[in-house]
């Protein structure tokens, strides 16, 4: 039987990058909000964060990504631990359900809420903030779809293992556009965490069906 290890401490200079993107897009959040998204270069944003243009376009690659890039996109990917072998259907849906419920619990850190708020409201009013978000969120999904499909020692082009891996990205995204449309009234806690629960049964059913397939 295989195990779903914890993913690995990040490294000193991996974490010293994320702080400093999470600064840089601190200052892009604040100019954006005060300034405007559009009357704001990113020129304009490096110097206000104490960096050189190339730096933030190294980072971030593209203006947009200022907003869409989120410092929890890495642990999507690394929760289901590549690395650990074939597992089953019932083992990868255990595997799931611990991780998903480690990512509400890191989304709902120190900080986190208002900062995704923020974010929401400017991919709501910028229509190149949201295309910069739909593109991240396939890529996400591609990537998920590529670790399950490894765990699953079956291929990430069949149907079933796109759906499963549809439904959890996407169920993550309906979540957050839930809690935006109703003026972020609901406790994201509540709503991620029942989120987190629902996600878990439906990809469960997802996997069941893998495990009877005959592709």
């Given at each position: 039987m295989s195990t779903t290890p914890r993913p690995q401490p990040l490294g000193l200079l991996e974490r010293r990058k994320i702080q400093t993107m999470l600064e840089i897009q601190d200052v892009a959040l604040r100019l954006f909000e005060s300034e405007g998204y559009r009357q704001v270069s990113v020129e304009q944003i490096a110097s206000a964060a104490r960096v050189s243009p190339s730096t933030v376009y190294r980072h971030f690659g593209t203006k947009e990504n200022l907003i869409v890039w989120d410092d929890i996109d890495h642990q999507v990917i690394e929760m289901l631990g590549t690395d650990a072998g074939?597992?089953?259907?019932?083992?990868?849906?255990?595997?799931?359900?611990?991780?998903?419920?480690?990512?509400?619990?890191?989304?709902?850190?120190?900080?986190?809420?208002?900062?995704?708020?923020?974010?929401?409201?400017?991919?709501?009013?910028?229509?190149?903030?949201?295309?910069?978000?739909?593109?991240r969120t396939r890529q996400l999904e591609a990537e998920l779809r590529g670790a399950l499909a490894t765990r699953l020692g079956r291929s990430d082009a069949e149907l079933l293992v796109r759906i499963a891996a549809a439904e959890a990205i996407w169920g993550i995204v309906a979540a957050i556009d839930y809690w935006a449309d109703g003026g972020f009234t609901d406790p994201m806690a509540k709503v991620l965490e029942q989120t987190a629960d629902v996600i878990v049964d439906v990809v469960g059913v997802v996997l069941t069906r893998i495990s009877t397939s005959g592709q």
């Open positions: 074939v597992s089953t259907p019932a083992e990868l849906q255990a595997a799931i359900d611990r991780g998903t419920h480690r990512l509400v619990a890191a989304l709902l850190g120190s900080g986190n809420e208002e900062r995704i708020k923020r974010r929401v409201l400017l991919m709501v009013a910028e229509a190149d903030i949201k295309a910069g978000q739909l593109r």
